[in-house]
T-cell receptor, first 112, second 117 residues
Framework: RKEVEQDPGPFNVPEGATVAFNCTYSNSASQSFFWYRQDCRKEPKLLMSVYSSGNEDGRFTAQLNRASQYISLLIRDSKLSDSATYLCVVNSGYNQGGKLIFGQGTELSVKP | GAVVSQHPSRVICKSGTSVKIECRSLDFQATTMFWYRQFPKKSLMLMATSNEGSKATYEQGVEKDKFLINHASLTLSTLTVTSAHPEDSSFYIC?????????????FGNGTRLTVT
């Protein structure tokens, strides 16, 4: 089983749509969770951290379910500029030096 | 915000040559940096953890003699791909934390696209 697994994608949606990405992780000792965004041929950029209580940043909402080891990202009112690959990222835990483990990414394409 | 600078951004070299990639934390000190590589349409794979003043920790399957890492100061880590082969062609990205907490996110350099001919 992969350490971090995401929806395979790609997701093709019209502008204004709501889209949800799902992610599961295998290491129950993981302490911190993030969503990164990666544009084509660029480095990943932090989109948002994910907190146990759930958190929102504008059109983006992240949720964490520790019992199910499940993370989600919801994007409302999609914009063309949201087109990118979204990476679910999990901290491997203190005993492994806090390495970040990346999911394979889910590609999003927002069309006019 | 925290800035990580990576150089060069692109390099083309011939088989058998060595390539050095530099990663600098510009406005913070990083005792630990992480080196990733990414193949097209694939996710980032951690290669090694670079530790200032000590040996790097390599992930399983990564040859330490092939990918030499040096972390000589709190703001600079280098990755040298020795005797490069075409299969080493990839996108190499370094990263670091601007805060000491291991739970904090990583900031990434802009990456180095290596092509070995």
């Amino acid at each position: 089983r992969k350490e971090v697994e995401q929806d395979p994608g790609p997701f093709n949606v019209p502008e204004g749509a709501t889209v949800a990405f799902n992610c599961t992780y295998s290491n129950s000792a993981s302490q911190s969770f993030f969503w990164y965004r990666q544009d084509c041929r660029k480095e990943p950029k932090l989109l948002m951290s994910v907190y146990s209580s759930g958190n929102e940043d504008g059109r983006f909402t992240a949720q964490l379910n520790r019992a199910s080891q499940y993370i989600s990202l919801l994007i409302r009112d999609s914009k063309l500029s949201d087109s990118a690959t979204y990476l679910c990222v999990v901290n491997s835990g203190y005993n492994q030096g806090g390495k970040l483990i990346f999911g394979q990414g889910t590609e999003l394409s927002v069309k006019p | 915000g925290a800035v990580v600078s990576q150089h060069p951004s692109r390099v083309i070299c011939k088989s058998g040559t060595s390539v050095k990639i530099e990663c600098r934390s510009l406005d913070f000190q990083a005792t630990t940096m992480f080196w990733y590589r990414q193949f097209p349409k694939k996710s980032l794979m951690l290669m090694a953890t670079s530790n200032e003043g000590s040996k790097a920790t390599y992930e399983q399957g990564v040859e330490k003699d092939k990918f030499l890492i040096n972390h000589a100061s709190l703001t600079l880590s280098t990755l040298t791909v020795t005797s490069a082969h075409p299969e080493d062609s990839s996108f190499y990205i370094c990263s670091a934390r601007s805060r000491s907490s291991y739970n904090s996110p990583l900031h990434f350099g802009n990456g180095t696209r290596l092509t070995v001919t």
